[in-house]
């Protein structure tokens, strides 16, 4: 079974620093692990994900996550957050060696919701 | 390019009643997805869709009933709706390729759903 967990329920963060969302993972095998974010009364939007490669990856909005296999974390960075990053980000995870049935399925931890203070 | 719609955005509805959700992507994607997203439970996903007349249960199915007969729509059908029910409905289409490269899920705007 895959499992994700994101720790904090809520993130805050003054407007200029630098920003880091947790999340940790549980997979049998190797996984492929994905960011999203939802803004108020919007679906979910694809920020990044990695799949195999270089740990540190780049996506959307100046966003980056580290992939720690040591640790099975999977934390999203961001170095100087604005206002406008304030949002619901959710990580979820598939286990890539998984062939069963299930195996398109996406696990999503419960959310952290970022403020970003002015 | 319209994506990934669903109907309605909002619904109020008895306790009892069939209620059905709506899902169209334009992209041709293999796969969709239904989630229901709960405060504390983050999403979880309900049915899911390989193709056309494939159709399998996630991790909260029942109560749900769900049907594939085109590639472009993927309705949601409660049955008879609880109070338990009360969610926000998402739905999602993925492009999976046999390489397993494409397979980032692309998200509808979501259906706010109250059972009364």
């Known amino acids: 079974a895959q499992s994700v967990a994101q720790p904090e329920d809520q993130v805050n963060v003054a407007e200029g620093n630098p920003l880091t969302v947790k999340c940790t993972y549980s997979?049998?095998?190797?996984?492929?692990l994905f960011w999203y974010v939802q803004y108020p009364n919007r679906g979910l939007q694809f920020l990044l994900k990695?799949?195999?490669?270089?740990?540190l990856v780049k996506g959307s909005y100046g966003f980056e996550a580290e992939f720690n296999k040591s640790q099975t974390s999977f934390h999203l960075k961001k170095p100087s957050a604005l206002v406008s990053d304030s949002a619901l980000y959710f990580c979820?995870?598939?286990?890539?060696?998984?062939?069963?049935?299930?195996?398109?399925?996406?696990?999503f931890g419960k959310g952290t919701k970022l403020s970003v203070i002015p | 390019d319209a994506g990934i719609t669903q109907s309605p955005r909002y619904k109020i509805t008895e306790t009892g009643r069939q209620v059905t959700l709506m899902c169209h992507q334009t992209?041709?994607?293999?796969?969709m997805f239904w989630y229901r997203q709960d405060l504390g439970h983050g999403l979880r996903l309900i049915y899911y869709?390989?193709?056309?007349?494939?159709?399998d249960k996630g991790e909260v199915p029942d109560g749900y009933v769900v049907s594939r007969s085109k590639t472009e729509n993927f309705p949601l059908t409660l049955e008879s709706a609880t109070r338990s029910q009360t969610s926000v409905y998402f739905c999602?289409?993925?492009?999976?390729?046999?390489?397993?490269?494409?397979?980032?899920?692309?998200f509808g705007p979501g259906t706010r759903l109250t059972v009364l």
């Open positions: 997979v049998s095998g190797n996984p492929y």
């Open positions: 990695y799949i195999t490669g270089d740990n």
């Open positions: 992209w041709s994607h293999s796969y």
């Open positions: 999602a289409s993925s492009l999976l390729s046999t390489a397993l490269i494409s397979d980032t899920q692309y």
């Open positions: 869709s390989a193709a056309a007349d494939i159709t």
């Open positions: 979820a995870v598939r286990d890539i060696s998984d062939s069963g049935a299930g195996s398109y399925q996406l696990t």
